[in-house]
């Protein structure tokens, strides 16, 4: 099992900047990839950035490209998500994502990002 806990999230104004950080623990030896997913209300789970654990290779959602960057840290195993430019439709609840190499997913709580215009 994988326990994921994240923070960082809060309430900015359109162009503020924001870090997240999700950190993990349990069965981390087996991670394949962390990542982050947001979910607007009335709306789906959208995928929003990931990185491979092996090689570090990103990956973006079109809407989030300049602006957003991933990044780990394997000793920690914590992946942060630094937000800048932030604009109103970003607000979301932003959900951690681990998946194993048996390409089993594991989700955190959640945390609010609210930014005001």
């Known amino acids: 099992q994988v326990q994921l806990v994240e923070s960082g999230g809060g309430l900015v104004q359109a162009g503020d900047s924001l870090r997240l950080a999700c950190s993990a623990s349990?069965?981390?030896?087996?991670?394949?990839?962390m990542g982050w997913f947001r979910q607007a209300p009335g709306k789906e789970r959208e995928f929003v950035a990931a990185?491979?654990?092996?090689?570090?290779?990103?990956y973006y959602t079109d809407s989030v490209k300049g602006r957003f960057t991933i990044s780990r840290d394997n000793a920690k195993n914590t992946v942060y998500l630094q937000m800048t430019s932030l604009k109103p439709e970003d607000t979301a609840v932003y959900y951690c994502?681990?998946?194993?190499?048996?390409?089993?997913?594991?989700w955190g709580q959640g945390t609010q990002v609210t930014v005001s215009s």
């Open positions: 994502n681990l998946r194993d190499h048996r390409d089993i997913a594991y």
């Open positions: 349990g069965r981390t030896f087996s991670t394949s990839a």
């Open positions: 990185i491979s654990w092996s090689d570090g290779n990103t």
